[in-house]
């Protein structure tokens, strides 16, 4: 039997966080944090994102297309498979 280690798994080309909250931010700015963090493996680039559907871009061209959480498409329309979603609820 062979051992996977956490380092061997295939990581996702793109991952979504959503982050919601932060007293300590809320504090200093007044405003309730609800965004999205995007994290794109292939450009080495993050987004932060505060309304979906959004359009990513790197150097002035659509990468990335998002309807929603769920739907993440490249930037010649295709779906996009390799995606991983989580949610960040800080206080």
């Not at 080309?13 to 200093?28: L, S, V």
Request: charged residues 40%; positive net charge.
């Amino acid at each position: 039997m062979t051992k996977t280690r956490k380092n061997d798994r295939k990581k996702p080309e793109i991952r979504i966080r959503h982050i919601q909250g932060g007293m300590m931010e809320t504090m200093k700015t007044g405003v309730y944090p609800d965004y999205y963090l995007v994290r794109s493996r292939k450009y080495e680039k993050s987004w932060k994102v505060k309304e979906l559907p959004a359009e990513l871009k790197f150097k002035g061209k659509v990468v990335y297309s998002i309807e929603h959480e769920f739907e993440v498409y490249d930037g010649e329309g295709r779906p996009m498979e390799d995606i991983e979603l989580s949610m960040e609820m800080r206080d």
